[in-house]
């Protein structure tokens, strides 16, 4: 785990800012962003299927009991050599243990390769993890910004991200498409708007 930390009188945001000056009003509101990063690929992606659909509360809670029982580490081997009602007993769903098995196997036939992930372009990364049941293109793009911090993704699939543009831009009626082509403006730091974005109305 590490941390990347954008400030908004940096580099970066002078350049966002030339590129778009309606972002001026984000920047206002937040000093700083701090990103937390996690290398861990395979935990990081099992935090991820856990956590669908529920609170942040109730996934911490299902989340520490499941290392908790691997007594902290966990290989695909042992997830796949665990019967899916033990599993069932840390509060998992049938339908949960499944997608975590099904992580495990693509990870042991190398379909999927967590090991060479930086050779990899965004879309290639999307296009491997989205073989795996249970993750689809956002759990896949947000694998791209939280465990390998990439800088330049922007997913329109995510409703607290749509929401803030629209209210960035003062316009409810903002379509998936053209919310997508105001964000073409912002490459190839799309990510860093995206964790602005999503921060910028905390305690509002």
């Given at each position: 785990m590490h941390t990347i930390t954008?400030?908004?009188?940096?580099?970066?945001?002078?350049?966002?800012?030339?590129?778009?000056?309606?972002?001026?009003?984000?920047?206002?509101?937040?000093?700083?962003?701090?990103?937390r990063v996690s290398d861990r690929y395979f935990e990081s992606l099992i935090d991820t299927i856990i956590a669908q659909q529920?609170?942040?509360?109730?996934?911490?809670?299902?989340?520490?009991?499941?290392?908790?029982?691997?007594?902290?580490?966990?290989?695909?081997q042992d997830l796949?050599?665990?019967?899916?009602?033990?599993?069932?007993?840390?509060?998992?769903?049938?339908?949960?243990?499944?997608?975590?098995?099904?992580?495990?196997?693509?990870?042991?036939t190398k379909?999927?390769?967590?090991?060479?992930?930086?050779?990899?372009?965004?879309q290639e990364v999307i296009d491997m993890l989205i073989q795996i049941?249970?993750?689809?293109?956002?759990?896949?793009?947000m694998f791209l910004m939280f465990?390998?911090?990439?800088?330049?993704?922007?997913?329109?699939?995510?409703l607290g991200l749509r929401n803030a543009v629209k209210k960035l831009y003062n316009d409810p009626d903002?379509?998936?498409?053209a919310i997508e082509k105001i964000a073409e403006k912002w490459s190839p730091y799309r990510s860093v708007v995206s964790h602005f974005l999503w921060h910028a109305w905390d305690g509002e």
């Open positions: 954008y400030h908004r009188d940096s580099e970066i945001i002078k350049h966002l800012l030339n590129k778009d000056p309606m972002l001026h009003a984000l920047f206002m509101h937040k000093e700083s962003i701090t990103v529920l609170s942040g509360k109730v996934a911490t809670v299902i989340s520490k009991r499941f290392f908790d029982y691997f007594h902290g580490h966990v290989t695909p796949l050599d665990t019967p899916d009602e033990q599993l069932r007993t840390l509060g998992l769903s049938f339908q949960k243990i499944k997608y975590l098995k099904s992580l495990a196997d693509c990870i042991i379909k999927v390769d967590l090991e060479n992930l930086n050779h990899l372009t965004d049941k249970g993750i689809g293109v956002w759990t896949a793009q465990s390998l911090g990439r800088e330049d993704v922007f997913s329109v699939g995510d903002l379509s998936h498409q």
